[in-house]
């Protein structure tokens, strides 16, 4: 960014500040780095003094870096500076990391949650009023995600991107692209002698794609298996499948359920490799309908989704990575699952080692 164009987005968010906490008397630092501070901009309005640290992404790379920024600056600051982390907009992900971490934030386009003595903002449902023109790159397309999900099930593991194309049986362009657009993005660290890469912080890799992950895009067919219990209806399908040679695994609650019998679920969801004929369906006593459906059939949009299968008590489930984004799209206490799922299951130090 300009150093024209970087004043006039940080006048920008003094005018926001300005107007949400209707002061007039403004003192506004656009070079806090002449005090020894490493952020963009210190703001006082009225009793309440900001330290804002600006980033031109909201991915979760470029928030938690902010984060870190303004917990290093602030403890040499005033008592009572709030810190605040600005961007042009603000996703899922980077709310929560803010609320986790105890940090405000503000966007550009006109979102914020701001806490602070004697000050409550909260402003959402704003759109986004910086969507980029044409088609972005998207590393966590149906294909381009089998490297994250091989990268997110052996962290540990620097990588060659030979490897990668190998063993994700991607193209090797394709591996190149996104791994080059991963390491911009700051998710991803590598060994300089050998040349392989991991997750730089696997937690960030993982609410990244989260944040992107839509679990509607796979072909869902949804229908009714008539048993006594769900877990019976997992059974017999399962059942089914094996008889009939079927590649299939669990996902979703059913899944969730078999790893840490996390609550009663109604909706088991079932990952099949191929279209279920009729026949199959028949054998499987499934009837199709949205109504009342308890059993989901889930044909992928990438084949990737059963990288890291295993089996659990007989039963094969996709790897806990896979179960956990799939849980954003169920229903019932399906965040709650993902949640528990994810502190017994997906625990990775910061840097992987």
Same mark, same amino acid.
């Given at each position: 960014?300009?150093?024209?164009? +970087?004043?006039?987005?940080?006048?920008? =968010?003094?005018?926001?500040?300005?107007?949400?906490?209707?002061?007039?008397? @403004?003192?506004?630092?656009? &070079? #806090?780095?002449?005090?020894?501070?490493?952020?963009?901009? %210190?703001?006082?309005?009225?009793?309440?003094?900001?330290?804002?640290?600006?980033?031109?992404?909201?991915?979760?790379?470029?928030?938690?870096?902010?984060?870190?920024?303004?917990?290093?600056?602030?403890?040499?600051?005033?008592?009572?500076?709030?810190? @605040?982390?600005?961007?042009?907009?603000?996703?899922?992900?980077? $709310?929560?990391?803010?609320?986790? $971490?105890?940090?405000?934030?503000?966007?550009?386009?006109? &979102?914020?949650? =701001?806490?602070?003595?004697?000050?409550?903002?909260?402003?959402?449902?704003?759109?986004?009023?910086?969507?980029?023109?044409?088609?972005?790159?998207? *590393?966590?397309?149906?294909?381009?995600?089998?490297?994250?999900?091989?990268?997110? %099930?052996? #962290?540990?593991?620097?990588?060659?991107?030979?490897?990668?194309?190998? +063993?994700?049986?991607?193209?090797?362009?394709?591996?190149?692209?996104?791994?080059?657009?991963?390491?911009?993005?700051?998710?991803?660290?590598?060994?300089?002698?050998?040349?392989? @890469?991991?997750?730089?912080?696997?937690? *960030?890799?993982?609410?990244?794609?989260?944040?992107?992950?839509?679990?509607?895009?796979?072909?869902?067919?949804?229908?009714?298996?008539?048993?006594?219990?769900?877990?019976?209806?997992?059974?017999?399908?399962?059942?089914?499948?094996?008889?009939?040679?079927?590649?299939?695994?669990?996902?979703?609650?059913?899944?969730?359920?078999?790893?840490?019998?996390?609550?009663?679920?109604?909706?088991?969801?079932?990952?099949?490799?191929?279209?279920?004929?009729? +026949?199959?369906?028949?054998?499987?006593?499934?009837?199709?309908?949205?109504?009342?459906? &308890?059993?989901?059939?889930? @044909?992928?949009?990438?084949?990737?989704?059963?990288?890291?299968?295993?089996?659990?008590?007989?039963?094969?489930?996709?790897?806990?990575?896979?179960?956990?984004?799939?849980?954003?799209?169920?229903?019932?206490?399906?965040?709650?699952?993902? +949640?528990?799922? $994810?502190?017994?299951?997906?625990?990775?130090?910061?840097?992987?080692?």
């Amino acid at each position: 960014m300009s150093i024209i164009k +970087e004043k006039e987005t940080l006048r920008k =968010i003094v005018t926001l500040i300005k107007e949400w906490t209707t002061t007039e008397s @403004v003192e506004v630092d656009f &070079n #806090p780095a002449e005090k020894g501070f490493e952020i963009d901009l %210190i703001q006082k309005a009225g009793s309440w003094v900001f330290a804002v640290e600006y980033k031109r992404s909201g991915a979760a790379p470029f928030i938690v870096g902010a984060i870190e920024t303004l917990h290093k600056n602030i403890k040499k600051m005033t008592k009572n500076t709030v810190p @605040v982390v600005a961007v042009p907009f603000m996703g899922e992900t980077g $709310r929560r990391l803010c609320e986790e $971490r105890k940090v405000s934030w503000l966007d550009l386009s006109g &979102n914020a949650d =701001i806490t602070a003595p004697g000050l409550r903002i909260h402003i959402e449902g704003k759109p986004n009023k910086f969507k980029s023109a044409g088609r972005p790159k998207d *590393i966590f397309a149906p294909k381009s995600s089998r490297i994250t999900r091989h990268l997110l %099930i052996s #962290p540990k593991r620097y990588i060659t991107q030979r490897e990668l194309t190998n +063993e994700t049986n991607l193209d090797e362009g394709l591996v190149s692209r996104v791994v080059r657009e991963m390491e911009k993005g700051g998710l991803l660290q590598r060994d300089s002698s050998a040349g392989g @890469v991991r997750p730089k912080d696997p937690n *960030i890799l993982l609410d990244a794609w989260h944040e992107k992950y839509t679990f509607s895009k796979h072909s869902i067919i949804k229908g009714f298996v008539a048993e006594r219990s769900s877990n019976l209806a997992v059974k017999s399908l399962v059942e089914t499948f094996k008889v009939n040679i079927i590649n299939y695994a669990l996902t979703g609650l059913s899944a969730a359920w078999l790893l840490s019998s996390f609550a009663n679920y109604r909706t088991s969801s079932v990952y099949l490799s191929e279209e279920p004929s009729k +026949e199959l369906l028949k054998k499987a006593n499934f009837t199709k309908g949205e109504k009342g459906s &308890n059993v989901w059939l889930v @044909v992928p949009n990438d084949e990737g989704v059963f990288d890291g299968a295993f089996f659990q008590e007989d039963i094969r489930c996709v790897h806990p990575v896979q179960i956990y984004l799939d849980l954003k799209g169920h229903p019932e206490r399906a965040k709650e699952a993902a +949640e528990r799922l $994810r502190g017994e299951f997906l625990t990775w130090e910061k840097d992987a080692v």
